[in-house]
């Protein structure tokens, strides 16, 4: 069975300066993707950042960008010029491509909780 | 364009009672999947539905179930509640059956 690990399960950042958030996952799988899920007190789960386990470019989207380490299954997201809106609950997901199981089912992470400081 | 919505936002009941949560999945999807998310967790998978029929099923008991209606909303339905199942119960739906997922703002079940 996949494991999605987050080994940080509080992160503080100073507004303006840059966290990194790790995650570690297991799989004997190829062919997956892997997701960075922000949720906020507001309880909506937002999607920040996706990336393609076939692909060796690390994935970017603005301010968040992630490290991408597929012999070490390792997931980071590093989230620069922080600012107080990024406060939330971040959840590192996993999911089989489609081309195996026969649903296609999110694996989450126990999340880590960022606080950004003003 | 309306994002997933899923009705009653909050719900509270008592053991052994039943209960049935909504979900309405973005215009044009056409799976629906349904994640429980207890305290201080990550969302667990129990269901996933497409084109109406089961398409995958988490390690959840027998309690649970589910089903996905013509126009592609979906129902929960928990019976003989515990007070286990208190959480917050989240909705997602892509427009294939291995598409990108978006997310509802989620029910939260309470059990007394």
């Known amino acids: 069975a996949q494991t999605v690990t987050q080994s940080q399960p509080e992160m503080s950042v100073q507004e303006a300066e840059t966290v990194t958030l790790s995650c570690t996952y297991d799989?004997?799988?190829?062919?997956?993707?892997l997701f960075w899920y922000k949720q906020p007190p507001s309880r909506q789960m937002i999607l920040v950042i996706r990336?393609?386990?076939?692909?060796?470019q690390n994935a970017t989207e603005n301010r968040f960008s992630v490290n991408f380490q597929k012999a070490a299954k390792s997931f980071s997201l590093k989230i620069s010029d922080s600012q107080l809106g990024d406060a939330a609950m971040y959840f590192c997901?996993?999911?089989?491509?489609?081309?195996?199981?026969?649903?296609?089912?999110?694996?989450f992470g126990k999340g880590t909780k960022l606080s950004v400081i003003p | 364009d309306a994002g997933v919505t899923q009705s009653p936002t909050h719900l509270i009941k008592t053991r052994g009672q039943h209960v049935t949560l909504r979900c309405s999945p973005i215009?044009?999807?056409?799976?629906v999947s349904w994640y429980q998310q207890v305290l201080g967790q990550g969302p667990q998978f129990i269901f996933q539905y497409y084109e109406k029929e089961e398409r995958g099923r988490g390690n959840f008991p027998d309690r649970f179930s589910a089903r996905q209606f013509p126009n592609y909303s979906s129902e929960l339905n928990v019976n003989a509640l515990l007070l286990g199942d208190s959480a917050l119960y989240l909705c997602?739906?892509?427009?294939?059956?291995?598409?990108?997922?978006?997310f509802g703002p989620g029910t939260r079940l309470t059990v007394l």
């Open positions: 990336q393609e386990a076939y692909k060796q």
């Open positions: 799989t004997s799988e190829s062919d997956y993707y």
């Open positions: 997901a996993y999911v089989l491509g489609d081309s195996g199981a026969g649903s296609y089912q999110l694996t």
């Open positions: 215009s044009g999807h056409k799976s």
């Open positions: 997602a739906s892509s427009f294939g059956w291995a598409g990108m997922q978006f």
